[in-house]
Each structure stands twice: as C-alpha cells, then as structure tokens.
C-alpha cells in the first residue's frame, strides 16, 4: 500500500521569505501527486497535480512542486510568501492504472505554514 | 455554482445516539468521497462512491454507512455514536475519468463531537 509522509508538522517563516514544504511518498507503482491547500474552517482545494509529462508542475497562488521519481519526492515551493499563505497544506498520492484508483488519495499528516509579518 | 455542500456545519451527539451527514453535489460528478480529519493526522477515506447505487469501504469503514441512490447526494449515516468519532467530516466529488484520477472538490465539513 502507498504512504505519505510530510517531514514538517509546522513551517513559520516571514513574508517575502522562500520556503518549501517537504513530501515523500512510497508506492511500488505509477503514481499521481497533488497537492492540497485548507484555510482555516474551510474544505481542501488543489494548489497543483502531477499526473504525467514535465517534472516540475505550477500551481495556483504561484507555487510549484517537482515529481523526482528516484528520490520518491514531490516538495512544494513558492519564492516569497504572503500572509494570505497562511493556511494547512496536503500532500496526496493516488496510485493505479489509469482510472482504477477512482480517484482515492492517500494524505500526508499535513503541514501547517504560518507567514509573520 | 454551489459545489459540494455539507449539513450540518457542526453537531454534537451523545455516546450511542445515530445521526445522518448530508453531502450534496451540482457538479454531476460520478465519484463522490467521505473523508475523516482528525489533527495531526491528515485525511482517512472512509466510504466511496463511483455512480448511483455502488459504494465501498475506505481505509476506516467500521461505524459508519453509506448509500447513493441519486448522482447528487451521498450521507453518511452514524449509527451508534462513539467518542473515537469525534472528528471534521468532509465530504468531495470528482468526475472520474478512465485515463487520470480527477481531482477532488471538497466541502466545507462537518465538525463533530461526540461526548
């Protein structure tokens, strides 16, 4: 079976500061990476995917994320954050042959970015 | 454009009592999910749908029910509360397709305790 695993519970950092969140994955086959971000009392809502093609995937709100196949990793970056960036964020795995997953994600644990003025 | 709507928004049960979660979709998505949320924990599939009528279990099914009997709606059904329940409760929708899992649309949860 597929794990997720997010190696930062918390990441404070300052606004207009770089930061990257870690992600790390185990699956013996193909596999299908998002990423997923929640504000406070709302649902979760896709920042980026990675289903095939190029490695390094744009997202919403200018983040972006690299698929590297032989370290089983799938980071998040943005250049210089906000304060609006402020929020939890999910790293996901689904894994199958095309369709047969239906859709079912695996979630990290979960990493909560917090921006400082 | 609604989406996925979840009712309640919050409820608090008593240790036996039975209670229903309503989700809804617009979309006309034929996958429909209910994840758990518990901190520090991530999400935990615990029921899914991929058209009316077909369900199956998640990763955590014990204690819950589910049906789907239109496209549109998906509730969870609680049927003897236990505090292990306590949780936010999401429900998401996606089209589903052949090639490439869709992403997920979610709702805006249910947060729910049970004492």
């Known amino acids: 079976a597929q794990s997720v695993t997010q190696l930062d519970s918390q990441v404070p950092v300052f606004e207009e500061a770089p930061v990257e969140l870690r992600c790390n994955y185990s699956?013996?086959?193909?596999?299908?990476l998002f990423w997923y971000v929640q504000y406070p009392n709302q649902g979760l809502q896709l920042l980026l995917k990675?289903?095939?093609?190029?490695?390094l995937v744009k997202g919403i709100n200018g983040f972006e994320a690299e698929f590297n196949k032989s370290q089983t990793s799938f980071h998040l970056r943005k250049p210089s954050v906000h304060i609006s960036d402020t929020a939890e964020y999910f790293c996901?795995?689904?894994?199958?042959?095309?369709?047969?997953?239906?859709?079912?994600?695996?979630f990290g644990q979960g990493t909560i970015l917090t921006v400082h003025p | 454009n609604a989406g996925v709507t979840q009712t309640p928004k919050f409820r608090i049960l008593k240790i036996g009592q039975s209670m229903t979660l309503q989700c809804t979709q617009d979309?006309?998505?034929?996958?429909m999910y209910w994840y758990r949320q518990d901190p520090g924990m991530g999400l935990k599939l615990i029921y899914y749908?991929?058209?009316?009528?077909?369900?199956d279990k998640g990763e955590v099914p014990n204690g819950y029910n589910v049906s789907r009997s239109t496209t549109e709606d998906f509730p969870l059904r609680l049927e003897l509360a236990a505090p292990s329940q306590t949780s936010v409760y999401f429900c998401?929708?996606?089209?589903?397709?052949?090639?490439?899992?869709?992403?997920?649309?979610f709702g805006n949860g249910t947060r729910l305790t049970v004492t």
């Open positions: 998401a929708s996606s089209e589903g397709t052949s090639i490439f899992p869709s992403p997920l649309h």
């Open positions: 699956s013996s086959v193909s596999v299908y």
């Open positions: 990675y289903l095939s093609g190029s490695t």
């Open positions: 996901a795995v689904s894994v199958g042959l095309g369709g047969t997953s239906y859709g079912k994600l695996t």
């Open positions: 979309m006309n998505h034929n996958y």
């Open positions: 749908s991929v058209g009316a009528g077909i369900t």
